[in-house]
């Protein structure tokens, strides 16, 4: 980094970083104002080195130890943690921080990993983290359910048909099954915000900075998951129709700023799939761009959920790969 290191603000509290509250914007643009003649912190758009830092799914739905998909890792603190340290690291940095960029998974109750897309042969949906096998659904054992049908203007067997096809196309990329969530995103509801503390600290920086956040959406497509904001799962059906898009934005912008910082939640799911695809992007442009990204490691965690699953292997061999790739793992305390 290359502008002072700032102190934090008196008004940040980490005790707070695991709740939610309303966050106090014009009291806060108040003092962005004056911290900003204090403390000599020039607006962003004059950056010599140009810095942009992109957090990945930083809701209360993952981040929030009592809502629906809050990412604990081994230790049970993980994304509360992460978060508290990430807010530090914002504020140490405000005049290093060109630009940022929050990614916003968002569901509605009718999408392709949420339990009311299938049924069995009773009518039953299955349950939270049930992994549905193209196998099992060849075989009868779940189905498309036929009452969705007329939402979506098709057939219900051409439904079961897509379903088919989307667990076999995830099962030929050797990612993981399509797996049912609970829950969660869901777009109107306070699972989908901002962590406050951490929408509090970006409010803070677009104040100080004079640099418009980049809030983007993800993930609302009903027929396929976006665990990357960069692209889908599956990108067509099995008539070749468009299920969602791949984003060239992100490899365009990584070419024009000096360096990308990544954080946020999950390590093992988000995060990892995210910066895959980058790196995808990456080696098809320009493979030295893999040298401008940052991966704060310690302001991310991998699922745990115990007795369940635990991806913190999965993760760390992510990590591994980047880090091969030429990606720089750091913390955020590091002098970088």
């Given at each position: 980094?290359?502008?002072?290191?700032?102190?934090?603000?008196?008004?940040?509290?980490?005790?707070?970083?695991g709740t939610v509250w309303r966050i106090p914007y014009e009291a806060r643009a108040a003092q962005a104002r004056d911290w900003a003649?204090?403390?000599?912190?020039?607006?962003?758009?004059?950056?010599?080195?140009?810095?942009?830092?992109?957090?990945?799914?930083?809701?209360?739905?993952?981040?929030?130890?009592?809502?629906?998909?809050?990412?604990?890792?081994?230790?049970?603190r993980g994304a509360v943690e992460d978060n508290a340290r990430l807010c530090e690291f914002i504020y140490r940095n405000l005049g290093?921080?060109?630009?940022?960029?929050?990614?916003?998974?968002?569901?509605?109750?009718?999408?392709?990993?949420?339990?009311?897309?299938?049924?069995?042969?009773?009518?039953?949906?299955?349950?939270?983290?049930?992994?549905?096998?193209?196998?099992?659904?060849?075989?009868?054992?779940?189905?498309?359910?036929?009452?969705?049908?007329?939402?979506?203007?098709?057939?219900?067997?051409?439904?079961?048909?897509?379903?088919?096809?989307?667990?076999?196309?995830?099962?030929?990329?050797?990612?993981?099954?399509?797996?049912?969530?609970?829950?969660?995103?869901?777009?109107?509801?306070?699972?989908?915000?901002?962590?406050?503390?951490?929408?509090?600290?970006?409010?803070?920086?677009?104040?100080?900075?004079?640099?418009?956040?980049?809030?983007?959406?993800?993930?609302?497509?009903?027929?396929?998951?976006?665990?990357?904001?960069?692209?889908?799962?599956?990108?067509?059906?099995?008539?070749?129709?468009?299920?969602?898009?791949?984003?060239?934005?992100?490899?365009?912008?990584?070419?024009?700023?000096?360096?990308?910082?990544?954080?946020?939640?999950?390590?093992?799911?988000?995060?990892?799939?995210?910066?895959?695809?980058?790196?995808?992007?990456?080696?098809?442009?320009?493979?030295?761009?893999?040298?401008?990204?940052?991966?704060?490691?310690?302001?991310?965690?991998?699922?745990?959920?115990?007795?369940?699953?635990?991806?913190?292997?999965?993760?760390?061999?992510?990590?591994?790969?980047?880090?091969?790739?030429?990606?720089?793992?750091?913390?955020?305390?590091?002098?970088?």
């Amino acid at each position: 980094m290359n502008a002072p290191v700032l102190p934090i603000p008196d008004f940040f509290d980490a005790a707070k970083v695991g709740t939610v509250w309303r966050i106090p914007y014009e009291a806060r643009a108040a003092q962005a104002r004056d911290w900003a003649h204090l403390h000599k912190v020039e607006p962003a758009s004059v950056d010599s080195t140009k810095t942009w830092l992109m957090l990945i799914d930083v809701q209360n739905t993952f981040c929030i130890p009592e809502f629906e998909l809050y990412v604990g890792g081994r230790s049970g603190r993980g994304a509360v943690e992460d978060n508290a340290r990430l807010c530090e690291f914002i504020y140490r940095n405000l005049g290093n921080i060109t630009h940022i960029t929050a990614t916003m998974d968002t569901h509605m109750t009718m999408q392709v990993f949420h339990a009311i897309f299938f049924v069995d042969k009773d009518e039953n949906h299955p349950v939270p983290y049930t992994d549905i096998h193209a196998s099992e659904l060849r075989d009868g054992k779940w189905m498309f359910n036929p009452a969705l049908a007329s939402q979506f203007d098709i057939a219900p067997e051409y439904g079961q048909q897509m379903m088919v096809h989307y667990a076999e196309e995830l099962e030929k990329k050797g990612k993981y099954a399509l797996t049912i969530w609970p829950y969660h995103a869901m777009l109107g509801g306070v699972g989908h915000a901002l962590v406050s503390s951490v929408g509090e600290a970006i409010f803070f920086h677009s104040v100080v900075r004079l640099a418009q956040t980049d809030i983007v959406i993800k993930g609302d497509t009903p027929f396929t998951e976006n665990y990357s904001v960069i692209g889908p799962e599956v990108l067509t059906g099995p008539m070749g129709e468009a299920l969602g898009t791949h984003d060239q934005k992100f490899i365009e912008q990584l070419q024009e700023f000096d360096r990308l910082i990544v954080a946020g939640q999950a390590k093992s799911h988000c995060v990892a799939w995210t910066v895959s695809d980058l790196l995808n992007d990456i080696n098809a442009t320009d493979p030295e761009l893999a040298k401008k990204v940052y991966l704060l490691e310690d302001c991310t965690s991998p699922v745990v959920v115990p007795g369940v699953v635990d991806h913190t292997d999965a993760a760390n061999a992510a990590y591994e790969r980047f880090a091969e790739a030429s990606m720089h793992i750091v913390k955020s305390t590091d002098d970088f």
